[in-house]
């Protein structure tokens, strides 16, 4: 069955320091992508998304590009905040039925 | 504009007792997903209704878990003879649209249920 698996948390990075979660999936055909955060408190909220092979999602100085030859979808940020400490999850869209989550990374930021 | 709400928040149950959560989706929307998700993990699919029609179940762990839309909008999750491996967070979302380019799911904050 599909499935999506992401790198290992914690991650502890200080301000301003570059971010990568790496996230590779399989499935059959040509899933959608997406990426939720889960802020502490709060309930998952869509951070980015992509559609395609070789689309590109970004939202609030995050991106990942949807890339099928490696079957992966790395989140990454170029300079990291406080406020950015969250549990991030990888997920697939299984053709508008159930979403297949990754595991989480927990990341935090310290300033 | 309302988002996807469930109640309640928190529910501490006895094991062996029967509880019920609720999910109210945002209006409109067709597609509505319940997920199971334990502590540090992902959340888990459980159910998925189009409209009242439940086309998935594949996910309920056991003939204990029962889900229900009978009118095609609030959802109640039922848990009968609660264990304690049924303590969770238990995740309800709901979609616009069934499939597309436009496609998103949009997440309630969850039922966390501890069984003693």
């Known amino acids: 069955g599909d499935s999506v698996t992401q790198m290992e948390g914690p991650v502890t990075l200080s301000e301003e320091a570059f971010l990568t979660i790496n996230c590779t999936y399989t499935?059959?055909?040509?899933?959608?992508l997406f990426w939720y955060v889960q802020y502490p408190g709060e309930g998952l909220q869509l951070l980015l998304k992509?559609?395609?092979?070789?689309d590109k999602g970004s939202n609030k100085g995050f991106e990942a590009t949807y890339r099928k030859e490696t079957t992966s979808f790395h989140l990454e940020k170029g300079s990291v905040q406080v406020s950015d400490s969250a549990v991030y999850f990888c997920?697939?869209?299984?053709?508008?039925?159930?979403?297949?989550f990754g595991p989480g990374t927990r990341l935090s930021v310290l300033p | 504009g309302a988002g996807v709400s469930q109640s309640p928040r928190y529910k501490v149950a006895k094991r062996g007792q029967d509880v019920a959560l609720r999910c109210d989706p945002i209006?409109?929307?067709?597609?509505l997903f319940w997920y199971q998700q334990a502590l540090g993990q992902g959340p888990e699919f459980l159910t998925y209704?189009?409209?009242?029609?439940?086309?998935?179940k594949s996910g309920l762990p056991s003939d204990r878990f029962f889900a229900e839309r009978p009118e095609g909008s609030v959802s109640t999750l039922k848990i009968q003879r609660t264990q304690q491996e049924d303590s969770a967070v238990y995740l309800c979302?709901?979609?616009?649209?069934?499939?597309?380019?436009?496609?998103?799911?949009?997440f309630g904050p969850g039922t966390r249920l501890t069984v003693l």
């Open positions: 979302a709901s979609s616009l649209v069934v499939s597309g380019p436009n496609y998103e799911q949009f």
């Open positions: 499935a059959t055909g040509y899933p959608s």
């Open positions: 992509a559609t395609k092979a070789d």
């Open positions: 997920a697939l869209d299984n053709y508008g039925q159930n979403f297949v």
């Open positions: 209006s409109g929307h067709v597609s």
């Open positions: 209704f189009q409209n009242e029609a439940q086309l998935d």
